[in-house]
């Protein structure tokens, strides 16, 4: 059983496009956490949830917008594509937003290439 | 602000050599500190952590050490597997606020028969 799943694991979309990723945790988990992995691997965190709440938004273009419907899922929607928002992006869950030792539990990715 | 160095790789070594990644921070107070491993075409794992100065996190083999007076949180293994082959990210979660991991740039290791 997969802790923490994404859906696609590859988007090849056009520019312009609005495109949605879709997360889901198995956990129990009450954070969950987008990240954005460019082409030199670098990761950045993007968003943060806590049971429902928005409590992480670093300086992201307003294009993405993440939904959490319950805390078990994560969803980033992006409108009007750009090339550069080609990346992996990330999926993760943890315990709780708070806690410094809390272990985060990543999904495995998924690849967005904007053509 | 808050941030982590790596060294540059990759790191290109034959099975049973000894492993070095280094890895310093910039934070404010004490942070925690994470060695997180991808391995080909999966997401991160948490390979080890450490919570405060002179901690020693370790898991399969891989050890690191909190060492506050330098800042820094060495990756070390004594005999490394070619499938030990991954990236290797080094990361904190600030001391203040919510959880964010601020991850280094990753060090890729190729481990060669």
């Given amino acids: 059983d997969t802790a923490v799943s994404q859906t696609p694991k590859y988007l090849v979309t056009q520019m312009g496009n609005d495109k949605s990723i879709k997360c889901e945790q198995n956990l129990g988990h009450d954070t969950m956490y987008w990240y954005k992995q460019d082409s030199k691997k670098f990761l950045k965190i993007m968003f943060s949830y806590n049971n429902k709440e928005l409590i992480i938004n670093e300086t992201v273009p307003n294009r993405f917008s993440p939904k959490s419907p319950d805390k078990a899922h994560l969803n980033l929607h992006i409108n009007s594509l750009e090339l550069g928002d080609s990346a992996v992006y990330f999926c993760a869950s943890s315990q709780d937003g708070r806690g410094r030792s809390t272990e985060a539990f990543f999904g495995q990715g998924t690849r967005l290439t904007v053509v | ?113």
């Avoid at chain 2, 049973?16 to 075409?41: D, H, K, M, R």
């Avoid at chain 2, 490394?80 to 990753?106: H, T």
């Fill in chain 2, 1 to 113: 602000g808050n941030s982590v160095t790596q060294m540059e790789g990759p790191v290109t070594l034959s099975e049973e050599a000894f492993l070095t990644i280094n890895c310093t921070y910039t934070a404010t107070g004490y942070p925690s500190l994470f060695w997180y491993v991808q391995y080909p075409g999966e997401g991160l794992q948490l390979l080890l952590k450490a919570t405060k100065a002179d901690d020693k996190g370790s898991n399969k083999g891989f050890e690191a050490t909190y060492r506050k007076e330098t800042t820094s949180f060495h990756l070390e293994k004594g005999s490394v597997q070619v499938s030990d082959s991954a990236v290797y990210f080094c990361a904190l979660i600030p001391r203040e606020g919510y959880n964010k991991l601020i991850f280094g740039a990753g060090t890729r290791l190729a481990v060669h028969p």
